[in-house]
């Protein structure tokens, strides 16, 4: 497994390097000092595993972990043990309390590699057609009485109106009838992103930002006092 450590003190590092060496299955991919470096190198390199401290300067990790999209597996490392039931809640692999031992960190090593296993045999065994293609990815809205096949990469944006909601894309405009909530739920959260209560915008269709405003093309869209700082954090995020 592909693993990274992901904390800011230097020896803790050095502690679970070393217990590594002694692991064969394991591959040290990264050691970040900061949940802000450790999300450029999962953004640039595959992980399986994480080995993330809680207490970190500016973003706690379970913070940083609430925020990643396409999570590896994770295991926690911290001195205090109050966090570990949000620990568990956010379906980590294990959380290890500092000092440990190695024995203690291959019991982590081993369910981590089992929960592995289990994932490649479930995407081996899916009779679900993946097209890697950007252009091949799509959904089917209902509109006048029909169903219109809507790839995701022509969408620019998506405007609720009441009980309906209007996609806006390459092609032209559907108006069909649900939630912006249920159609928020179907676009992959990696490439689109609610900045309004009645906007979702495909973040890589965004042409200008200014002040509280989102331009694509000739559509101007506001950016909801409730959405800013979230909008703005993946801005930076991606410009890291």
Do not use: W
């Amino acid at each position: 497994m592909r693993f990274i450590i992901v904390d800011d003190e230097p020896l803790a590092q050095r502690v679970i390097e070393k217990y590594s060496d002694d692991v064969p299955t394991l591959e040290l991919v990264g050691k970040c000092d900061s949940a802000f470096t450790a999300m450029e190198l999962l953004n640039n390199t595959p992980v399986d595993l994480m080995f993330l401290d809680i207490n970190m300067p500016k973003l706690l990790g379970i913070d940083f972990l609430k925020m990643l999209k396409n999570k590896p597996l994770v295991v926690f490392t911290t001195a205090h043990r109050e966090y570990a039931l949000e620990g568990y809640d956010l379906d980590v692999v294990d959380y290890l309390t500092k000092p440990f031992s190695f024995e203690r960190f291959y019991k982590s090593v081993l369910k981590a590699q089992e929960l592995h296993q289990l994932r490649n045999e479930k995407r081996n065994e899916s009779t679900v057609i993946h097209n890697e293609h950007e252009r091949d990815k799509l959904i089917f809205v209902k509109a006048d009485n029909k169903i219109f096949k809507v790839y995701l990469n022509s969408i620019f944006y998506i405007e609720a109106l009441g009980d309906y909601v209007k996609i806006r894309t390459q092609n032209g405009t559907v108006v069909t009838y649900q939630t912006l909530k249920g159609i928020e739920e179907q676009m992959p959260n990696e490439e689109f992103i609610r900045v309004h209560k009645s906007y979702i915008v495909a973040f890589s269709k965004i042409d200008i930002i200014e002040g509280n405003t989102i331009k694509i093309g000739e559509a101007e869209i506001p950016i909801g006092k409730n959405y800013r700082r979230g909008f703005f954090d993946l801005i930076k995020l991606s410009n890291r």
